[in-house]
């Protein structure tokens, strides 16, 4: 029977929150994302080179991975709630003055200050859901988070193309910077840093967030938080691991730095296809504008679905295990890679084909900001993810000038060849993290 004082109707303010950051990160995604859609245009205007064009894109990849860290000490001394709304104002500014430049030295410096600017979103994010969610709802909360940056770049291609044919490629930033000021007023007022800050979540939500309603699961003398599946366990290294507790655990923990790495690889593919599809689509393919605005969202309508279905089979059916979808992402994406270099040149069959990689690639995506949850203790996750996030950005700032580069010397084959091998890769350094499997005896 159930205590009494839970007989009360549990309030349910964290999908609130929950919708709130969605919103605050397809925002954000969308201010990254429409450079992609501009940059044919950006190139006939100011003469650059694939070369040229890969550096720019890798500009505020490189400055939104090495703050990183620098923000997670922010997020630390001053909070989410008001680090993030300063961050989603100050995104919206420098979008503005990207689609003022006009040169591409202040493209370039645009760039980086956008990448300045949005540093500390994914950690804020993130610490946001460890706080407002239980263990068995972090992995769905973070696969929303994840489809939030990929639905900005669902919506961007047909936006940009419709304000471009109305327009020009300068307005597609001023349309874009003004989302993010109402959304930074919407959080400072309706998302504190802690469940209890707020009148509009009550004792049964907190007790819930907080685990003090168990959720789990009895073997003989022990209390396990992720009930096992044996044979399973034994492929994805399943250990019972002390959470992280302080900053030299966490920089000399294998966990976190490969998972890093992996995050690395796997945002890298995803900023190559988000930067280069469309210029892909337009020159190669000669796809018409339309078509190639939408088989440019293909990827990332997939990437929803993928995401969503990715913390469903996390949370629901691996009861919290974050290491296999990480894995089938890995080696689905590398044979997609291959795949691609084979298929017809309709703009149908590349839309199915980048729907269904869109998909594949990001069953495993939010794992990777999950996975430290489970590694290191809620005091110390800022700085666990904002290592993972770090390492991960910088392959982010990597993978598209590389492909800047191996185009102006070989070609597309190549391209895909390369985020199918370090896809490949992916999934063999996963081999080596374990899954952490929390057990208290009785």
């Given at each position: 029977?159930?205590?009494?004082?839970?007989?009360?109707?549990?309030?349910?303010?964290?999908?609130?929150?929950?919708?709130?950051?969605?919103?605050?990160?397809?925002?954000?995604?969308?201010?990254?994302?429409?450079?992609?859609?501009?940059?044919?245009?950006?190139?006939?205007?100011?003469?650059?080179?694939?070369?040229?064009?890969?550096?720019?894109?890798?500009?505020?990849?490189?400055?939104?991975?090495?703050?990183?860290?620098?923000?997670?000490?922010?997020?630390?001394?001053?909070?989410?709630?008001?680090?993030?709304?300063i961050a989603l104002f100050s995104t919206s500014l420098v979008t503005l003055?990207?689609?003022?430049?006009?040169?591409?030295?202040?493209?370039?410096?645009?760039?980086?200050?956008?990448?300045?600017?949005?540093?500390?979103?994914?950690?804020?994010?993130?610490?946001?859901?460890?706080?407002?969610?239980?263990?068995?709802?972090?992995?769905?909360?973070?696969?929303?988070?994840?489809?939030?940056?990929?639905?900005?770049?669902?919506?961007?291609?047909?936006?940009?193309?419709?304000?471009?044919?109305?327009?020009?490629?300068?307005?597609?930033?001023?349309?874009?910077?003004?989302?993010?000021?109402?959304?930074?007023?919407?959080?400072?007022?309706?998302?504190?840093?802690?469940?209890?800050?707020?009148?509009?979540?009550?004792?049964?939500?907190?007790?819930?967030?907080?685990?003090?309603?168990?959720?789990?699961?009895?073997?003989?003398?022990?209390?396990?938080?992720?009930?096992?599946?044996?044979?399973?366990?034994?492929?994805?290294?399943?250990?019972?691991?002390?959470?992280?507790?302080?900053?030299?655990?966490?920089?000399?923990?294998?966990?976190?730095?490969?998972?890093?790495?992996?995050?690395?690889?796997?945002?890298?593919?995803?900023?190559?296809?988000?930067?280069?599809?469309?210029?892909?689509?337009?020159?190669?393919?000669?796809?018409?504008?339309?078509?190639?605005?939408?088989?440019?969202?293909?990827?990332?309508?997939?990437?929803?679905?993928?995401?969503?279905?990715?913390?469903?089979?996390?949370?629901?059916?691996?009861?919290?295990?974050?290491?296999?979808?990480?894995?089938?992402?890995?080696?689905?994406?590398?044979?997609?890679?291959?795949?691609?270099?084979?298929?017809?040149?309709?703009?149908?069959?590349?839309?199915?084909?980048?729907?269904?990689?869109?998909?594949?690639?990001?069953?495993?995506?939010?794992?990777?900001?999950?996975?430290?949850?489970?590694?290191?203790?809620?005091?110390?996750?800022?700085?666990?993810?904002?290592?993972?996030?770090?390492?991960?950005?910088?392959?982010?700032?990597?993978?598209?000038?590389?492909?800047?580069?191996?185009?102006?010397?070989?070609?597309?084959?190549?391209?895909?060849?390369?985020?199918?091998?370090?896809?490949?890769?992916?999934?063999?350094?996963?081999?080596?993290?374990?899954?952490?499997?929390?057990?208290?005896?009785?």
């Open positions: 029977m159930k205590d009494k004082k839970y007989k009360k109707k549990r309030s349910n303010y964290r999908w609130f929150v929950a919708f709130i950051f969605f919103l605050a990160y397809v925002a954000a995604s969308a201010d990254r994302a429409n450079l992609g859609i501009a940059m044919p245009f950006i190139r006939e205007e100011f003469h650059i080179t694939n070369t040229q064009a890969g550096g720019l894109i890798s500009a505020f990849v490189l400055f939104y991975a090495i703050f990183q860290l620098p923000s997670a000490w922010l997020l630390q001394k001053f909070g989410v709630r008001k680090v993030i709304p003055g990207i689609g003022l430049s006009n040169s591409l030295l202040q493209l370039q410096l645009t760039r980086v200050m956008l990448g300045l600017a949005e540093s500390p979103l994914p950690i804020g994010v993130t610490s946001t859901i460890n706080q407002w969610f239980p263990s068995q709802e972090k992995g769905i909360a973070t696969s929303i988070f994840i489809a939030a940056a990929k639905f900005g770049p669902v919506i961007v291609p047909p936006v940009c193309i419709a304000i471009v044919a109305i327009w020009g490629w300068r307005e597609i930033f001023i349309f874009f910077a003004i989302p993010g000021i109402l959304l930074s007023i919407v959080w400072f007022m309706g998302i504190p840093n802690y469940p209890h800050n707020t009148r509009f979540v009550n004792q049964q939500e907190i007790d819930y967030i907080e685990e003090k309603i168990s959720h789990t699961v009895q073997k003989g003398n022990k209390i396990l938080l992720i009930e096992p599946i044996p044979v399973l366990d034994k492929i994805i290294r399943t250990h019972n691991t002390a959470l992280l507790s302080s900053t030299k655990e966490i920089l000399r923990s294998w966990n976190i730095i490969g998972c890093g790495i992996c995050f690395g690889f796997q945002v890298g593919i995803t900023y190559v296809l988000m930067a280069w599809l469309p210029t892909y689509f337009l020159v190669v393919k000669n796809f018409s504008l339309i078509d190639m605005g939408v088989v440019s969202s293909a990827p990332w309508i997939g990437a929803i679905v993928g995401n969503i279905l990715g913390g469903i089979l996390s949370d629901k059916l691996l009861k919290g295990r974050r290491k296999p979808g990480m894995m089938l992402s890995a080696l689905t994406t590398c044979l997609m890679m291959m795949l691609i270099i084979f298929i017809p040149g309709n703009a149908l069959y590349y839309g199915f084909v980048f729907f269904l990689t869109g998909t594949l690639l990001n069953i495993g995506y939010s794992n990777y900001l999950a996975y430290p949850m489970n590694v290191a203790n809620k005091d110390r996750f800022p700085f666990a993810c904002a290592i993972v996030s770090m390492i991960g950005q910088l392959g982010g700032t990597a993978a598209p000038f590389i492909t800047g580069v191996i185009l102006d010397h070989w070609g597309w084959d190549m391209i895909f060849i390369f985020l199918g091998t370090i896809s490949i890769l992916t999934f063999f350094i996963l081999f080596t993290m374990a899954e952490p499997l929390n057990v208290t005896k009785l």
